[in-house]
């Protein structure tokens, strides 16, 4: 999982995105990481639903 990040956020350097703008995505994508990882079933991949999930765990105080 930590590869992919690796690998989403170097896409968004070589797209020439914002410094800030990663930084907020690496950020967030650790959350959903760490989320996943105590949610989801190890070896399943990820789903829209999850991510639905992820969204609505965010929205918790």
Do not use: C, W
Not at 2 to 20: G, P, Q, V, W
Not at 29 to 43: R, V
Not at 51 to 57: A, G, M, V
């Amino acid at each position: 999982m930590e590869e992919r990040l690796e690998e989403f956020i170097r896409k968004l350097k070589n797209r020439h995105y914002n410094s800030k703008t990663i930084e907020t995505y690496q950020n967030l994508l650790k959350h959903f990481i760490s989320f996943y990882e105590k949610h989801i079933i190890a070896g399943n991949t990820v789903r829209e639903r999850d991510i639905e999930r992820f969204i609505q765990h965010l929205k918790k105080p």
